[in-house]
T-cell receptor, first 114, second 111 residues
Framework: GAVVSQHPSRVICKSGTSVKIECRSL??????MFWYRQFPKQSLMLMAT?????????EQGVEKDKFLINHASLTLSTLTVTSAHPEDSSFYIC??????????FGPGTRLLVL | RKEVEQDPGPFNVPEGATVAFNCTYS??????FFWYRQDCRKEPKLLMS???SGNEDGRFTAQLNRASQYISLLIRDSKLSDSATYLC????????????FGPGTRLSVLP
């Protein structure tokens, strides 16, 4: 299947700092990428849909000014968690659509905010 | 009521057993359906898409019942490596991609 990478895989930061997570589709172009968050023992929750060349669409309850999304090219979307707080600690996973509606996920980024 | 529902389990079964999971969805306009598996602390990986005619991939069989709005996954001859959480995923469609995940069903295959 298609390959999606994420970087970094793990990050620890101090409260109040900003963290950028990159999501890349390595062998295909993705006009749409998704950002999810998963807390322990819970299912994935969609945060936003990232569209190349246009503004992201955020799910209800997700602050667009806190979670900045930039989809600058057909192979790269970034999520920046601004002024991170301990409650933002979570597993952040991106995915990209390849061809016929199949989602492929990146390996995820574990964020720990101290 | 959640849009996509699954029995969270856990399902504890012996090696070699057959186990079945169901998933129900509430949005009748949903257009495509998938089963993913997620190992602990890993990303979800596509197991199989689900078609109205039913589809089989080795020991795995998936079926869709649009009238009753449920999806099933059958695993035959369970292996230890099948232990994971199985996620039912529904694409609402409607002019864009709009995926909704079920809470997952945890399976433990025991030696």
């Amino acid at each position: 299947g298609a390959v999606v990478s994420q970087h970094p895989s793990r990050v620890i930061c101090k409260s109040g700092t900003s963290v950028k997570i990159e999501c890349r589709s390595l062998d295909f172009q993705a006009t749409t990428m998704f950002w999810y968050r998963q807390f322990p023992k819970q299912s994935l929750m969609l945060m936003a849909t990232s569209n190349e060349g246009s503004k992201a669409t955020y799910e209800q309850g997700v602050e667009k000014d806190k979670f900045l999304i930039n989809h600058a090219s057909l192979t790269l979307s970034t999520l920046t968690v601004t002024s991170a707080h301990p409650e933002d600690s979570s597993f952040y996973i991106c995915s990209a659509i390849e061809g016929s509606q199949t989602q492929y996920f990146g390996p995820g980024t574990r964020l720990l905010v101290l | 009521r959640k849009e996509v529902e699954q029995d969270p389990g856990p399902f504890n079964v012996p090696e070699g057993a057959t186990v079945a999971f169901n998933c129900t969805y509430s949005n009748s306009a949903s257009q495509s359906f998938f089963w993913y598996r997620q190992d602990c602390r890993k990303e979800p990986k596509l197991l199989m898409s689900v078609y109205s005619s039913g589809n089989e991939d080795g020991r795995f069989t998936a079926q869709l019942n649009r009238a009753s709005q449920y999806i099933s996954l059958l695993i035959r001859d369970s292996k230890l490596s099948d232990s994971a959480t199985y996620l039912c995923v529904v694409n609402r469609g409607n002019y864009g991609q709009n995926f909704v995940f079920g809470p997952g069903t945890r399976l433990s295959v025991l030696p």
